[in-house]
């Protein structure tokens, strides 16, 4: 009696990094299958299905059958599923027969589906630093020069009170501001620092006193004060580099102080000043949109720990973990493509892992069928799927 050949499967994610436009992904998978009775044709067919199946759920898809597939790569079969992302083109890269084994090669293009998704049970981590003010010269008036750390603060307060999908779990005490160039490369080592899937990029671009000019028909009104904010922010992808949003909020309310007091911009009286509720607005409005940009990405934890059979990863129950849950091991690399721009590739690992014991920020994961855990290392990836 030969032991059981279980099917590897390995996914190759090609990412081409873009600032603004989405566009499709190509999933490069590889699937194995074991020939019965001297039967190529079905073994081919199992073969893709997993590939496929796999690609797809590692998109973010839900699989609900197996049994067709359209646009001519195997007239017989198909998947039928419910995506957050529509698949473009299917192609059959290659396929080899190896004594008992065939191992099939597909390239997926899917394109990111805006409309509706399956959202991760698992709540995201964020880190954030202090806000930076871009012209400091304008906190001058109210001596409010520690406002951008305030906002990111009280941001922070709201994610954690009211966000559904992630958390800003984490606020490096400090101001940062990339630049385009160094945004991506910032963002992977931002997260990794404080063990984060995604990074906010923060920066107070106007902060200005605005006076209304009186005209000569109403010159016993009082001069009416006004004050600005924009707030200009981008949440990136810690793992993959991937600007999720960029945009700038901003408004102009009453200044409801005297010009030459100084205000801190913790107390209450502020934040319950028309200008301080403007601001508490602005940042639960943007609260929401992060969270709703988030929704539908999968939540994925870092390996901090690796052993023999279990290995130990930076989500827990804050994040939605719970004993039983299975999750999906996968390796990430960084390269480069012929325009030097950054692509990466994601590797699956054949074993699944189950939690075996749940912590507030971390769990202990093992083999779900009781295999040793090779060739994983700190810094690999776990997903739910």
Same mark, same amino acid.
């Given at each position: 009696?030969?032991?059981?050949?279980?099917?590897?499967?390995?996914?190759?994610?090609?990412?081409?990094?873009?600032?603004?436009?989405?566009?499709?992904?190509?999933?490069?998978?590889?699937?194995?299958?074991?020939?019965?009775?001297?039967?190529?044709?079905?073994?081919?067919?199992?073969?893709?299905?997993?590939?496929?199946?796999?690609?797809?759920?590692?998109?973010?898809?839900?699989?609900?059958?197996?049994?067709?597939?359209?646009?001519?790569?195997?007239?017989?079969?198909?998947?039928?599923?419910?995506?957050?992302?529509?698949?473009?083109?299917?192609?059959?890269?290659?396929?080899?027969?190896?004594?008992?084994?065939?191992?099939?090669?597909?390239?997926?293009?899917?394109?990111?589906?805006?409309?509706?998704?399956?959202?991760?049970?698992?709540?995201?981590?964020?880190?954030?630093?202090?806000?930076?003010?871009?012209?400091?010269?304008?906190?001058?008036?109210?001596?409010?020069?520690?406002?951008?750390?305030?906002?990111?603060?009280?941001?922070?307060?709201?994610?954690?009170?009211?966000?559904?999908?992630?958390?800003?779990?984490?606020?490096?005490?400090?101001?940062?501001?990339?630049?385009?160039?160094?945004?991506?490369?910032?963002?992977?080592?931002?997260?990794?620092?404080?063990?984060?899937?995604?990074?906010?990029?923060?920066?107070?671009?106007?902060?200005?006193?605005?006076?209304?000019?009186?005209?000569?028909?109403?010159?016993?009104?009082?001069?009416?004060?006004?004050?600005?904010?924009? %707030? #200009?922010?981008?949440? !990136?992808?810690?793992?993959?580099? =991937?600007?999720?949003?960029?945009?700038? $909020?901003?408004?102009?309310? *009453?200044?409801?102080?005297?010009?030459?007091?100084?205000?801190?911009?913790?107390?209450?009286?502020?934040?319950?000043?028309?200008?301080?509720?403007?601001?508490?607005?602005?940042?639960?409005?943007?609260?929401?949109?992060?969270?709703?940009?988030?929704?539908?990405?999968?939540?994925?934890?870092?390996?901090?720990?690796?052993?023999?059979?279990?290995?130990?990863?930076?989500?827990?129950?804050?994040?939605?973990?719970?004993?039983?849950?299975? %999750? #999906?091991?996968?390796? !990430?690399?960084?390269?480069?493509? =012929?325009?030097?721009?950054?692509?990466? $590739?994601?590797?699956?690992? *054949?074993?699944?892992?189950?939690?075996?014991?749940?912590?507030?920020?971390?769990?202990?994961?093992?083999?779900?069928?009781?295999?040793?855990?090779?060739?994983?290392?700190?810094?690999?990836?776990?997903?739910?799927?």
């Amino acid at each position: 009696m030969t032991g059981l050949k279980l099917p590897i499967y390995l996914i190759s994610v090609w990412l081409l990094l873009c600032s603004h436009t989405v566009f499709g992904i190509w999933f490069n998978a590889t699937g194995q299958a074991v020939i019965h009775d001297g039967n190529k044709a079905i073994a081919k067919q199992q073969a893709t299905q997993e590939a496929i199946k796999q690609a797809l759920m590692f998109a973010g898809a839900s699989v609900k059958s197996v049994q067709h597939m359209a646009n001519g790569l195997l007239e017989q079969d198909k998947f039928e599923v419910m995506s957050s992302g529509e698949v473009g083109t299917i192609e059959l890269v290659d396929e080899i027969y190896h004594g008992d084994i065939v191992t099939v090669s597909i390239r997926v293009d899917i394109f990111p589906q805006k409309l509706a998704c399956q959202a991760s049970d698992y709540k995201k981590d964020i880190v954030t630093t202090w806000f930076q003010l871009s012209h400091r010269q304008q906190a001058a008036v109210g001596n409010m020069y520690d406002f951008g750390k305030v906002l990111a603060q009280e941001l922070q307060h709201k994610s954690r009170s009211s966000a559904k999908y992630s958390s800003i779990t984490q606020l490096e005490p400090y101001y940062f501001r990339p630049d385009n160039n160094n945004l991506q490369s910032s963002a992977f080592n931002l997260a990794k620092k404080a063990n984060s899937q995604f990074v906010l990029f923060g920066e107070v671009t106007k902060f200005a006193v605005e006076t209304q000019q009186k005209s000569g028909f109403s010159f016993w009104e009082k001069e009416q004060i006004k004050r600005n904010l924009a %707030l #200009t922010v981008s949440l !990136v992808d810690g793992i993959s580099g =991937e600007i999720i949003f960029q945009e700038q $909020q901003e408004f102009s309310a *009453p200044w409801d102080f005297d010009l030459h007091q100084d205000i801190n911009a913790q107390s209450p009286s502020f934040w319950k000043s028309r200008y301080g509720q403007a601001a508490q607005q602005l940042l639960q409005d943007l609260n929401e949109k992060i969270d709703e940009s988030v929704s539908c990405l999968p939540a994925f934890g870092r390996v901090i720990n690796v052993g023999s059979e279990q290995i130990t990863v930076n989500i827990g129950s804050q994040n939605g973990v719970r004993s039983g849950d299975t %999750l #999906t091991l996968f390796q !990430v690399e960084q390269l480069y493509d =012929e325009n030097n721009q950054i692509v990466k $590739q994601y590797q699956l690992h *054949p074993e699944k892992v189950v939690v075996k014991s749940v912590f507030a920020k971390s769990a202990i994961l093992i083999s779900e069928k009781g295999a040793l855990l090779a060739n994983i290392q700190p810094n690999d990836f776990v997903a739910r799927r």
